[in-house]
């Protein structure tokens, strides 16, 4: 029989009075938080809550990222233009991404640790090939101001067969890896280029590689240790399944199915964002707060003790620690969140951070039962996973129980 451990708990450690504009707020290993707000750019440090400084003519337009330092990363336009620029607060100076001519859009996709700014430049180049039309191709780069390289080729620009390359950034991690789309064409018919394309990750060793099965409607994201987190498309026995995974090098995992593919088929298009431990947070998967670990789905609000004034919207970001910033509301004002995992409390059955009576009635109708269900129903009164509840789970039980709070 398979063990199944306890439930994973978070509580409530931050509230920030702002609301994310476009759902955008990222949250760094330090529990800080930035978010695109109706204002502008904000960073929140340890209960602090500090406006990026702004500049005269500039009008923000999102927020990319947040890295371990606190650095934050965005883009913006110059009133007047429609044109776009990235910028980062950086080392507590304001500075802006790599620059081009004005009619050049560059949008930052996020910062690192190394200060790099992720950049889609667009258009990267302009060049005819042999269709009748003039093409304008993106690509996705990273790199500091004035040194910044872009993501390696996943295709020759304008070969005899049409293929041609353009990319659109989606990230950047500490490895200095770029997440991108990019597209190609693979045959020419009626004086047409047919397009395909795929996510691909340009790693930093100059090499590139195709994420396969890809479905283009979430955000994807990529992690530290190289892997990206997608909607994705799957053939399940001849018919096409619409769903969650994760990919790297060694293979895809299936986290989630949004059910078999159809015309007109809505696929959510939230927030997907992980950590390097395979923690997920996703909307839509029986749940507007999705909370993945330990291959299970939990809905995040069951996980909680809120007050009774306070509910959650959406997650929004995660970090390393599996700190999950989230959007919500305290009574009628918006509000961003900060939901922290603590530490495993297996005998707090109710999941409200305390070992009582309440979890005492749920572990002895268990004893009395003594087998554990057959997976994958839960057996939580299961303290030491050995498939059945008797005296050595109630000895554990015990120490929990005198101590009534958990840890």
Request: charged content about 15%.
């Amino acid at each position: 029989m398979t063990a199944i451990a306890a439930k994973p708990r978070f509580e409530l450690t931050g509230e920030i009075p702002v609301s994310a504009k476009d759902n955008r707020a990222y949250i760094n290993i330090k529990g800080w938080v930035t978010a695109m707000t109706p204002s502008g750019p904000i960073v929140w440090k340890n209960g602090i809550l500090q406006s990026v400084p702004t500049k005269s003519g500039r009008n923000w337009a999102t927020v990319s990222g947040l890295n371990d330092f606190g650095d934050v990363s965005g883009t913006y336009n110059l009133t007047g233009s429609t044109a776009l620029q990235a910028w980062a607060w950086s080392a507590n100076q304001l500075v802006d991404g790599a620059t081009g001519p004005s009619w050049m859009q560059i949008q930052s996709t996020g910062i690192n640790n190394k200060r790099d700014i992720g950049l889609t430049v667009v258009p990267f180049t302009v060049t005819d090939c042999g269709s009748g039309s003039t093409q304008w191709y993106g690509k996705a780069g990273i790199g500091k101001p004035n040194a910044w390289k872009s993501a390696t080729a996943w295709k020759a620009q304008c070969t005899p067969s049409c293929t041609v390359i353009s990319s659109l950034g989606y990230g950047v991690n500490n490895a200095g890896d770029i997440l991108a789309f990019g597209y190609g064409t693979e045959s020419r018919a009626n004086n047409q280029c047919s397009l395909v394309g795929s996510y691909f990750v340009s790693w930093g060793n100059g090499a590139s590689t195709p994420v396969p099965d890809v479905y283009f409607s979430s955000t994807p994201s990529i992690n530290d240790v190289g892997q990206v987190l997608s909607n994705a498309l799957w053939n399940d026995g001849g018919v096409q399944t619409v769903g969650i995974q994760i990919w790297s090098l060694s293979g895809a995992t299936r986290l989630y199915s949004f059910g078999v593919l159809k015309p007109g088929m809505t696929v959510p298009s939230g927030p997907l964002r992980f950590n390097s431990f395979g923690q997920v947070i996703a909307s839509d998967v029986g749940t507007k707060t999705g909370f993945y670990t330990d291959g299970k789905w939990y809905d995040l609000k069951t996980l909680v003790k809120l007050p009774p004034e306070v509910s959650l919207s959406l997650l929004l970001d995660i970090n390393e620690l599996g700190q999950v910033v989230a959007s919500g509301k305290r009574g009628s004002s918006s509000r961003l969140f900060v939901l922290t995992l603590q530490a495993p409390c297996p005998a707090d059955f109710t999941n409200d951070g305390m070992v009582d009576d309440a979890d005492y009635a749920i572990f002895a109708s268990a004893y009395d039962a003594i087998s554990c269900p057959a997976p994958p129903q839960e057996c939580p009164a299961d303290l030491n996973l050995d498939g059945i509840v008797d005296d050595a789970d109630f000895g554990l039980f015990l120490l929990s129980y005198e101590f009534t709070v958990c840890p």
